[in-house]
């Protein structure tokens, strides 16, 4: 069965302090691994999609990286405004249908 | 500016009231789908749709209806709402529903009693 784990599930850092957010996925073929921020009250706002593993996409303080068994959004210096759950979410080949993760709830502290 | 409208926002009903969710997204997207969010289990899919005409089963169709007419709308219908249908409700839209991240509407907070 195609599975999405996302660990932690919360997530606390001093403003500054960099970390990673994991995703693991079981899927029998992976067409594409999608990342997305949500803030509370509002839809997700898509950030990147990782296609093979080894790919990376950056995007200011985030980066998001692909093995063939996870994904990890790397969060640099973060500051305040970087507060939000993170979602992710793949897409087996074959399949029209996207599976999210629970998500990371992350509180970045000033 | 390009965007997922939903309507309403917020909606409390009776159980058994038929009522439907509006979507429209004025991106020219090919692919829409509705998602369910509850606490703990995250963002699950309703119903899917390829493109006008063209929908199918999500993980949680139980108890929705879709329909797509035209291009830009795919509302989600509620014949017979009931208490556990209480949740927050997201509609999504892609150019294609292949590689390509959504863009998400603002969502709907239903509340059945």
């Known amino acids: 069965e195609d599975q999405v784990t996302q660990s932690p599930e919360a997530l606390r850092l001093q403003e500054g302090e960099s970390s990673s957010l994991n995703c693991s996925y079981t899927?029998?073929?992976?067409?594409?691994l999608f990342w997305y921020r949500q803030d509370p009250g509002k839809g997700p706002e898509f950030l990147f999609t990782?296609?093979?593993a080894g790919e990376e996409k950056e995007k200011e303080r985030l980066k998001a990286t692909l093995t063939k068994k996870e994904s990890f959004l790397h969060i640099t210096a973060p500051k305040p405004e970087d507060s939000a759950t993170y979602l992710c979410?793949?897409?087996?080949?074959?399949?029209?249908?996207?599976?999210f993760g629970t998500g990371t709830r992350l509180k970045v502290l000033a | 500016e390009a965007q997922v409208t939903q309507n309403p926002r917020y909606l409390i009903t009776v159980t058994g009231k038929k009522l439907t969710v509006t979507c429209s997204q004025n991106?020219?997207?090919?692919?829409m789908s509705w998602y369910r969010q509850d606490p703990g289990l995250g963002l699950r899919q309703i119903y899917y749709?390829?493109?006008?005409?063209?929908?199918d089963k999500g993980d949680v169709p139980e108890g929705y209806k879709v329909s797509r007419k035209e291009k830009r709308n795919f509302p989600l219908i509620l014949e017979s709402p009931s208490p556990n249908q209480t949740s927050l409700y997201f509609c999504?839209?892609?150019?294609?529903?292949?590689?390509?991240?959504?863009?998400f509407g603002s969502g709907t907070r239903l509340t059945v009693v």
């Open positions: 999504a839209s892609s150019l294609s529903g292949l590689n390509y991240g959504y863009t």
């Open positions: 899927v029998s073929g992976l067409r594409g």
């Open positions: 990782l296609y093979s």
């Open positions: 979410a793949v897409q087996a080949s074959g399949t029209y249908k996207y599976i």
């Open positions: 991106m020219n997207h090919e692919y």
């Open positions: 749709s390829m493109n006008v005409e063209v929908t």
